[in-house]
């Protein structure tokens, strides 16, 4: 279903302990926040962004932690025509999850450095290295991901999916996945 009227960017923005009860946190906040926007806990939209929520969360635990530090996850729902004039059906709704540590000198880079049309389950994804392969998964299963620079010393990891339309927030159905 399409929304009826555009609505501007949606956002849930909540820090968690960089800890591995913290990405937990944060996984479970967000399917709520998801079914909030419409998308139910057993969506396929719903389940796929928890996935990419879980695997950003826990890097920036494992690899971005801190002492001391937290982590900040955000999420960014946004449905409204690029130009007031365009209609709804003219930009697809994108779903922006969006993980910022302190660690910005380590970036992620996926296993074997792969390139965005690689295949995580070729033999290039099963070499011996135990890291790298979760940001395989966010490869595969975003529509375009990045790290962007978090002044003044953190990252921002990010990645975005497509969407079915979610409901304006006074609606509460939405199509399902």
């Given at each position: 279903m399409l929304c009826a009227h555009p609505s501007p960017a949606r956002t849930f923005t909540q820090q968690f302990s960089s800890t591995r009860r913290g990405a937990r946190l944060a996984r479970l906040l967000s399917v709520n926040q998801f079914d909030a926007w419409g998308w139910p806990h057993r969506s396929d939209t719903s389940q796929t962004a928890a996935l990419l929520v879980a695997e950003l969360a826990s890097n920036a635990v494992l690899h971005g932690q801190v002492s001391g530090r937290d982590f900040r996850l955000r999420l960014t729902v946004d449905d409204a025509p690029a130009q007031p004039h365009e209609p709804l059906t003219a930009r697809p709704t994108v779903l922006r999850i969006e993980v910022i540590d302190p660690r910005g000198e380590r970036l992620p880079q996926p296993s074997e450095q792969?390139?965005?049309?690689?295949?995580?389950?070729?033999?290039?994804?099963?070499?011996?290295?135990?890291?790298?392969?979760?940001?395989?998964?966010v490869?595969?299963?975003?529509?375009?991901?990045?790290?962007?620079?978090?002044?003044?010393?953190?990252?921002?990891?990010?990645?975005?999916?497509?969407?079915?339309?979610?409901?304006?927030?006074?609606?509460?159905t939405c199509s399902r996945d």
């Open positions: 792969a390139g965005p049309d690689a295949d995580p389950w070729s033999s290039r994804a099963t070499t011996r290295r135990e890291g790298g392969h979760g940001l395989l998964l490869q595969s299963l975003a529509t375009r991901w990045g790290v962007e620079p978090y002044p003044p010393s953190g990252k921002t990891v990010w990645c975005e999916l497509e969407v079915s339309a979610c409901p304006t927030p006074g609606e509460r």
